[in-house]
């Protein structure tokens, strides 16, 4: 009876929190602040697990665990090399000039990260963690060069990030892949944001070329209850990954 309490709780604070999101953006719409260009984005991230307090359990001599988050069949996956998890993103923004060649762009976005443990050197072995996010990033940039025809942006900042689902894709050798949820994924992530844009017009319209790098800040995964007992170390694991995508802005 508590557990269902408990999920009914975090179903109503994550409906709650992208209703509030998405009242606030669309109000910024109406402001005079932000009678910017409106642009939309279109591109894919590059993504993986970044360890922050790797030490090696003296029993079982791994240097990461990440049975206690994903199950038992990542036991031996995880010891080889994870690959970057390619995935697409949407996402639209606003740029607020907020004086000369500075400006403030906050974002709304749609986004998938995880991580990517498939091997096919010697047999088939499909593991794949998808996390889908609603981020709100909020940057700061400055106008590196401004042309008539074109102009480059370096921005940094934050993001809030939503869970909206997480999963795991695993296959072995010829059998069929098999998609399962993750339920000890935290509901809310932050990261910090680096990177820069290049706008150009081209035929009275604006085009974006964008990429950037993030990392996280918080951990994703929370250990199930009483699980993390029966490890020697649970190390901290957030995501990390770059960004490219392009664009067009709509002048408002």
Not at 16 to 22: A, G, N, Y
Not at 23 to 30: A, E, M, N, Q, R
Not at 71 to 84: A, H, M, S, T
Not at 90 to 109: H, L
Request: hydrophobic share 40%.
């Amino acid at each position: 009876m508590i557990r269902l309490v408990e999920k009914i709780f975090v179903t109503e604070i994550k409906l709650f929190t992208v209703f509030l999101v998405l009242i606030l953006f669309l109000y910024g719409f109406t402001t005079p602040l932000l009678t910017a260009p409106l642009g939309v984005k279109l591109g894919f991230t590059a993504s993986a697990f970044n360890y922050t307090d790797r030490e090696m359990d003296p029993y079982t001599t791994f240097d990461i665990d990440l049975r206690p988050y994903l199950g038992y069949d990542i036991e031996w996956v995880q010891l080889g090399n994870q690959k970057p998890l390619f995935a697409p993103f949407v996402s639209c923004y606003v740029d607020v000039k907020i004086a000369d060649r500075y400006f403030c762009r906050p974002e709304i976005s749609i986004a998938q990260k995880g991580v990517n443990f498939s091997q096919f050197d010697y047999e088939r072995i499909l593991y794949k963690v998808k996390i889908t996010y609603l981020q709100v990033p909020l940057l700061l940039g400055y106008q590196v060069v401004s042309k008539d025809h074109y102009q480059v942006d370096l921005y940094f900042g934050g993001s809030g990030a939503l869970k909206l689902n997480a999963s795991k894709t695993v296959g072995y050798h010829q059998s069929d892949d098999q998609k399962f949820k993750i339920e000890n994924v935290r509901n809310f992530d932050v990261s910090f944001i680096f990177g820069f844009d290049l706008k150009w017009n081209l035929f009275g319209a604006c085009f974006m070329f964008d990429t950037r790098a993030f990392l996280g800040l918080s951990d994703i995964f929370s250990p199930i209850e009483h699980q993390s007992q029966l490890y020697h170390h649970t190390q901290k694991t957030k995501n990390a990954g770059f960004m490219f995508s392009l664009g067009y802005e709509f002048e408002l």
